[in-house]
């Protein structure tokens, strides 16, 4: 038999070599190199050539899809689970993926779908208190596998015809044959590469827990990326009720849907109305709060903006800025001092969007520096205003995309004035209260 070899694999980008080196040459993180024993593996000789084909040998699919049940959970996906589907849903601990990943399993289930729960981090025993908390009843379609050996579970998964598998987490299940411990980059591979075989080949549905850290570092999940079809985080504050869902990845449906949930006492509720959910506790007569409109998918969504400028007591003044790109949030103060006259070099800046969303469009550039005026100013804007636009280095304020479907979202929650780009103003097809901002400067001058 063939001595195991050692190699060093990065558990944070999956780069593979034989030597052992201070700084991974592929992602540049220093000591991420963990060293791993690979069994040499032979090939059995037997090999199926490849064959090809013109498009039109090709026959036309339509994807067959089962929805889970969950709506938001379904957007996402692009309309439900295809046949074989892998799914990686990653997350930071605590963050509710057992929880949604249990209420999937029981509306799948409860639709006639079987469903299996494989259990590998927690015991049957919490399970079923998880079952108890959230509401959800025994079911013939949905069981539960408590097992972390992946030859067991394969073993298992191979008599089962099943339309959903789930394995709960990656990182907590490793195949005895390989020497290196549960989670590591080799162990995970394996287990995602053997039940993606068993999904395809059974053409059930899989979805692949895995846990990323804040930094997005792991060993694992982002090594998964490739192997699988569609590759989904679920983010949020844990400490906040608010979660989103989104899609990194996608073969089949678009990345362009995010799907809204809130933690409740009783498991994760759907927010079928997000704009309404994030102003539900906006204080209309306070300065440094101003509204805007993100545009996520198919849907507009309406997010407050809250800015606090003031004085710096001790030294180097302080930023910070939850929700929105800080690198951003320091051109825009900078922009400000320059196109506005604003001294803000001995002020305390923290920008917060409501919430705990993450907004990773650059729409909210000019929402944001007017939050910055009212609170500098201690001026309130009109309650009945949204300000929209991208704020460019030399103060020029930049057309955003999908305008008219954000201003229809703003009008039907009774905002009726409307701060946005010029460039935008003529392709809008309304008649309604819209203040042209060309520049910074016509902001600044005209709330
Ligand atoms: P969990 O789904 O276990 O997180 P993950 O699998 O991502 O690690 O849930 C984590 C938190 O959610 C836990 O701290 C308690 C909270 N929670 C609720 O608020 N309501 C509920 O109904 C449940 C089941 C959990
Ligand atoms: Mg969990």
């Not at 089962?160 to 290196?180: C, E, H, K, R, W």
């Amino acid at each position: 038999m063939k001595k195991p070899k050692t190699r060093y694999v990065c558990r944070n980008c999956g780069y593979t070599t034989s030597k052992w080196m201070g700084q991974c040459p592929d992602c540049q993180e220093w000591n991420s190199l963990l060293e791993e024993q690979v069994d040499v593996r032979r090939p059995s000789g037997n090999f199926k050539k490849a064959e090809s084909f013109t498009l039109d040998q090709i026959s036309n699919i339509e994807y067959e899809r089962s929805p889970v049940g969950v709506e938001e959970f379904d957007r996402v996906l692009g309309g439900g689970l295809v046949p074989g589907e892998i799914v990686l849903l990653s997350g930071e601990p605590g963050i509710g993926k057992s929880t949604l990943l249990l209420q999937i399993a029981s509306s799948f289930s409860a639709a006639g779908h079987k469903v299996i729960y494989i259990s590998a981090e927690e015991s049957l025993g919490q399970q079923r208190m998880r079952a108890q908390r959230l509401g959800i009843r025994s079911n013939e379609h949905l069981v539960f596998v408590s097992e972390t050996n992946l030859q067991s579970i394969i073993g298992y998964l191979h008599e089962q015809a099943a339309d959903l598998v789930i394995l709960d987490s990656v990182q907590a299940v490793y195949d005895p044959a390989l020497t290196s411990s549960p989670g590591t980059v080799s162990q995970v591979r394996e287990t995602a590469y053997r039940l993606t075989e068993f999904g395809k080949r059974k053409q059930a549905a899989v979805i692949l827990v895995g846990h990323v850290t804040k930094q997005g570092i792991s060993a694992g999940p982002k090594t998964l990326e490739h192997m699988v079809d569609c590759v989904l985080s679920f983010e949020g504050d844990r400490h906040h009720q608010f979660r989103m869902i989104r899609p990194v990845k996608n073969r089949f449906g678009s990345t362009q849907e995010i799907g809204l949930f809130e933690m409740k006492e009783g498991g994760l509720d759907q927010i079928s109305d997000p704009s309404g959910y994030l102003l539900s506790e906006r204080p209309e007569d306070a300065s440094g709060s101003v509204i805007s409109v993100i545009n996520e998918g198919t849907r507009a969504i309406l997010v407050e903006i809250q800015a606090l400028v003031i004085p710096t007591k001790y030294g180097i003044p302080k930023r910070l800025s939850i929700g929105y790109d800080l690198q951003r949030v320091f051109m825009l103060i900078s922009v400000l001092e320059k196109q506005g006259g604003f001294l803000l070099s001995n002020e305390d800046i923290f920008i917060n969007v409501i919430g705990g969303i993450k907004v990773r469009e650059t729409s909210l550039d000019l929402a944001i520096s007017a939050a910055m005026i009212s609170s500098f100013r201690n001026k309130r804007l009109n309650p009945g205003a949204v300000v929209l636009g991208e704020v460019g280095l030399t103060g020029e304020v930049r057309s955003i995309i999908r305008m008219e479907q954000r201003l229809i979202q703003a009008e039907k929650l009774g905002f009726s004035k409307f701060f946005i780009p010029g460039a935008n103003v003529d392709s809008l097809k309304g008649k309604r209260n819209v203040i042209k901002i060309k520049r910074v400067k016509d902001l600044i001058e005209g709330i």
